[in-house]
C-alpha cells in the first residue's frame, strides 16, 4: 500500500509455504517502498471470515477499504483495524479458518 494511495497486488497460489520441501513457487516484484509505504500480508482466513446467520465471507474488497482508511496511521493502526474489522464481523463466533495478517511499515 503506497504512500500516495496506490497499491500494488501481488497474489500467490499453491501450496502453503514450507509445507513440502520440495514445493516450487513463483516470485514477485514491487518497487521499493518508500517512507510511509506499507506491506500488507495475511491469510485467506481474513477475508473469507464469516459467521452465522449467513455465512458470507467479509471479502477482499472490505479488508481493502480498511487497509485504505488506515492506512496513512500506519502499520499498527491498520493491524488494531482489521482485527476489529473481523472481529466485529464474526459477532463473537470462533473463525473457521486461520487469521494471520502482517503489517510492514517503511518508516522515514
Do not use: C
Not at 3 to 30: F, H, T, V
Not at 34 to 59: C, Y
Request: proline content about 8%; hydrophobic content about 40%.
Amino acid at each position: 500500500w503506497r504512500a500516495n494511495g496506490q497499491r500494488d497486488d501481488l497474489s500467490s497460489s499453491g501450496l502453503p509455504l514450507g509445507m513440502m520441501d520440495d514445493s516450487e513457487y513463483s516470485d514477485g516484484n514491487i518497487e521499493p517502498l518508500l517512507p510511509g509505504d506499507l506491506i500488507v500480508l495475511f491469510t485467506d482466513g481474513i477475508p473469507d471470515v464469516q459467521a452465522p446467520p449467513d455465512h458470507k465471507p467479509w471479502g477482499l474488497d472490505n479488508m481493502r477499504a480498511v487497509v485504505h482508511e488506515h492506512a496513512r496511521s500506519g502499520a499498527q493502526a491498520v493491524l488494531d483495524a482489521v482485527v476489529a474489522a473481523t472481529n466485529t464481523e464474526l459477532r463473537g463466533h470462533k473463525p473457521h479458518d486461520d487469521m494471520t495478517i502482517v503489517v510492514i511499515e517503511r518508516l522515514p
